[in-house]
């Protein structure tokens, strides 16, 4: 989506072109409206909006992950560049299917994996990485269907209408450290 210049201002916090009118900005969930209260605490002012459920929050209930607000419920997401993983698994067969099944509901996925094309590196089953397992809580190999950000719940609805699990939960093991 392309914003006018002239109908556009710069977020002072990641820089990202906004409509002149937001309220906040969608990339990084800054607030450029004063006044907005804090959607669980009336009586607090928002300090941030988080980017997947759009609400605003304050100190006690978002958090600055990587430079952008979410709350308690969506900190946990993996965003890269305001895309948010809303499936993964390691067959490219099953990612289609659920990214096509995205598509066809007007959202925008974008299949992300660490594999390599054969076409590009010219064996079979050439990849990357050889590694498996789990790193960091995120299986190595996985294909991640991701979706812009604002579009996470109406992804992980169609996610649910297709007897699909959703994103793996983050669990938070000894040392504070998220799995």
């Not at 109908?7 to 004063?34: I, M």
């Not at 490219?92 to 660490?114: N, Q, T």
């Not at 294909?143 to 609805?157: D, R, S």
């Amino acid at each position: 989506m392309r914003i006018r210049r002239n109908k556009s201002q710069l977020c002072g916090e990641c820089r990202e072109q906004v409509a002149k009118d937001a309220e906040f900005c969608p990339n990084c969930g800054s607030v450029f409206t004063v006044g907005l209260h804090c959607s669980n605490h009336k009586g607090s002012d928002a300090v941030g909006v988080c980017i997947i459920c759009c609400l605003s929050y304050c100190t006690r209930c978002a958090s600055l992950v990587n430079k952008r607000y979410l709350c308690h419920k969506h900190e946990d997401y993996e965003i890269y560049e305001a895309m948010a993983r809303v499936y993964g698994v390691s067959d490219e067969a099953a990612a289609s299917y659920v990214s096509d099944c995205l598509g066809k509901k007007g959202l925008h996925p974008f299949l992300y994996s660490r594999k390599a094309s054969p076409v590009s590196l010219g064996g079979s089953d050439y990849t990357l990485f050889r590694a498996s397992g789990e790193y960091d809580g995120h299986i190595i190999n996985e294909i991640k269907v991701m979706v812009p950000c604002g579009e996470v719940l109406a992804a992980e609805e169609v996610l649910v209408k297709l007897n699909t699990k959703p994103r793996k939960r983050a669990t938070t093991r000894k040392g504070g450290k998220k799995t």
